[in-house]
């Protein structure tokens, strides 16, 4: 049987709810920021949405010059690093995203710790993916 806990129903989720919905389980309580159908922690099956705040907070970053095509077709490259990292929930989990609205060029200015919050202004449709930007 197929689970309604995949990443398809969670970028619809994130572009018509404008939400980071993760998943809860019924039985242990564990949180993730992923869609999964079994639970990390208890190994059960019993999982529900759960929403997310979208409040976070920078824990690490990594600058990337060398782009995948996607990326490439933004404007990003080179002279243009993009910004990926991991950030810590206001839950608790961590995930990993690109952060927007930093200068990728300036590793420097970004902060680690700094609070960050869900960007869906550049959601891309065809290729969605986190991302997150100062708040
Ligand atoms: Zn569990």
Redo the contacts with the bound molecule.
């Keep these: 049987m197929a689970s309604e806990f995949n990443s398809t129903a969670f970028y619809k989720k994130l572009k018509e709810d404008g939400k980071l919905v993760g998943v809860r ?6 949180l993730s920021p992923e869609p999964r159908s079994m ?6 099956f ?2 529900e949405w759960h929403p997310f705040s979208g409040k976070a907070k920078l824990s690490t970053f990594t600058c990337i010059s060398i782009v995948p095509v996607a990326m490439a077709a933004k404007g990003y490259g080179r002279d243009k690093p993009y910004c990926s990292g991991i950030v810590t929930l206001e839950e608790g989990p961590s995930i990993s995203a690109r952060i927007t609205g930093v200068d990728g060029a300036k590793p420097q200015s970004i902060e680690t710790g700094m609070d960050v919050v869900l960007d869906l202004e550049d959601l891309d449709p065809e290729h969605p993916s986190l991302a997150f930007k100062p708040a």
């Excluded at 389980?25 to 564990?30: L, M, T, V």
């Design positions: 389980c019924k039985a242990c309580g564990h639970c990390p922690e208890c190994h059960g019993d999982m």
